[in-house]
C-alpha cells in the first residue's frame, strides 16, 4: 500500500477532534457576533460615576452617543432605601451606557464603583462587574488590566467563559501564546466544543505553537532514512520514474565490477540504502553515462531523509537540462510539486505539475500524482479527473485504479448520490477482482466499507491487505482503528496498532495513532512519549508542527481537565 495516499492522519478526525476529543467540527468561517451586548456587566476602582460631571465632559446632549441623564443614568434616582447590591446594580448599568456610548474611562470609573460597593458575597454580581470593567479596559488596549480585571472574575466565577476568553485574547495580543491557549482550551471545554471564536483562537495557537517548536527542533534534527518498507511503498507509486524498475538495469557481464550509478541501483534492488547516495555522487562527479539517473536517485533519497534543502539543487538542475530524458525531468517535478504540498505551498505545487505536463504529457505519474495532491486540497472531481487520464494511459497500474475507485466514492459522498454511490463502491469491489495482488485496492475498500458501517466486511478486507502486504504496518494501524470505532475495543485496537510497529519500528503513523488514544484515554505521559517517538521519525517541519501541535494540546487539555476537575470524554467509550 502507499502510505502517502491515506496521509499521516490515517482518518478523518481533525487535530481538535483527535488531540481536544471534540465531537463538533471547526467552523471555518465563523460569522462575527456583536462583539459587545451587556445586559449584566461590571468592573473595579475606588473612582466615583456621576453623570453631572460627564454631561460637563461631553459637552451636554447635543455631543454624539451622549447619555441621558434620566433613569438608571441619573444618580438622583438612587432611593436612600436601596441595598449595596441594587446600588451596585445601578452603577454598573450606568456604566453600562458610557460603554456603548463610548466613554470608556467614564464606565470604568462607574464599574469601579459597583465592585466597592457590592457585598463581598455576591461573587456571581463581582465577576460581571470585574469583568466588564476588563472590557473597557480591552477597548483602550490596556491588556495588563484586562489580564487582571478578568482574573479576578475567574477567580471569582471559575466557569466564567465570557472572562476566559477576553482573557485569552489579552494574553494573545502579548504574545503568551500557551495562556491563551490554556484559556481558550478551557472556554472550548466549558462550552461543549460550540465557541466558535474560541475554537478558531485555539486552533490558530496550536499552529503557531507547534510551528516554533518545530522549527527549532527540525534544524537540529539528525537526518535518516525512513524503514525499508516505506522506501518500497513509496516507489512503488511510480509506474515507471526511469531508475527504481529492474527493467532499467543495463545488463552487467559476470564479474563487472559496479561502480557509480550502476552500484547503486544494484543496492537499491538489493534492499540495502545506506551507500545509494555516495554513489549517486560519485557517477555525477564523473560525469558518467548515468548522470541525469544519478541525480534523480541522489535527490530521491534526500526526500525520503527529509533533507528538502540538499534534494532541490540537483532536482532543479535535472530540470533545466534538456539533454535529460523526458521522463526523468517529469519525475523531478512530481518530486518538487510533492515537496512543495509537504511545505505547504500548494500553488508552487501544481505548477510543477503543469510544467511536467508540459514536458512529458503522456506520463501517467504526473496525473496519479497530481490526483492525490487534489484529493488532500479536498478538489475531489479534479482528483477523479487525474486519476481517469492516468488510467487512459496506463490500465495495468493497479494502484492507481484503486485509487480511482475511492475518488469516485469520496465524490459521490461529497454529491450524495446514491447511484453514484453504488457505482463507486462496484468500482471498488471490482478493483480487487482486477488487481488481487494490490494490497490499496482491498484497503481503500475496507476503508469505505468502514465508513459505510460495514464493519465485518471491512475487517475482511484489510486482512487481505495484510496479507498481500505481510511487511506493511499501515493496513494493522487501520484496523486498529476500525475496531475501535465498531467493537470499542480499545485494548484490542491498541495491540494491533502495536502490531504494526513490531513490523516497521519506524511506523509514525501508529505512534501519532497511539498517542492520540492514549489522550482520549487520559494516559498523557504514554501519549507524550508516543508524540515524541513520531516527532523523531518526522520528514518534514510541516509533519513536526502537526505533531507538536498534537502533543501540546494534549498536554493543556490535560492540564485544563484537572484544574476544571473533569474527567476526557472518549468518543469511543
Known sequence: MAENVQGSGGGSWSKWQIALVIGAPLAIGATAAAVYCYSKSGGDSANKCKDGDEKKKSGGSGEKASVSASGDGDPSSLQPDQTPLEKAQASKNRGNKYFKAAHYDQA???????IEICPADKKQ?????YQNRAAAHEQQGKYAEVIADCSKAIELN?????????????????GDKLLCLEDTTAVCILEGFNHQQGMMLADRMLKEIGKEKAKERYK??????PSGQFIQSYFSSFSNDGISQKADMPPVEDGQELRGYLKAKQLFHDGSYDEIVQNCIEEIEYRGKYQYEALLMKATFFLLMGQAEWAVPDLDELIKNEDAAKKLRANALIKRGSMHMQEGNSAAAMADFAAAVEIDPENPDIYHHRGQLNLLLEKVDEAVKDFEKCNELNNDFGL????????KYRLAMLQQSPLQMQNAMQMLEKCTTRFPKCAEGFALLAQAQNEQGLYVQADDNFKKAVMLEPDNPTAHVHRGLLHLNWKKDVAGAIDMIKEALKIDEKCDFAYETLGTIEVQRGNMD???????NAIQLARTEMEMTHLYS??????IQSKIAKKLNIKPQMPFT
Open 108 to 114: 470604568i470609573r462607574c464599574y469601579s464603583e459597583a
Open 125 to 129: 454580581d463581582l465577576a460581571t462587574f
Open 158 to 174: 471559575p466557569t466564567y467563559t465570557k472572562a476566559m476568553f477576553r482573557r485569552a485574547k489579552a494574553h494573545d495580543h502579548n
Open 220 to 225: 537540529n534534527r539528525v537526518p535518516q532514512l
Open 400 to 407: 492507481a485504479y484503486a485509487q480511482h475507485s475511492y475518488a
Open 526 to 532: 504514554a501519549a507524550k512519549e508516543y508524540f515524541e
Open 550 to 555: 498534537l502533543s501540546v494540546a494534549a498536554e
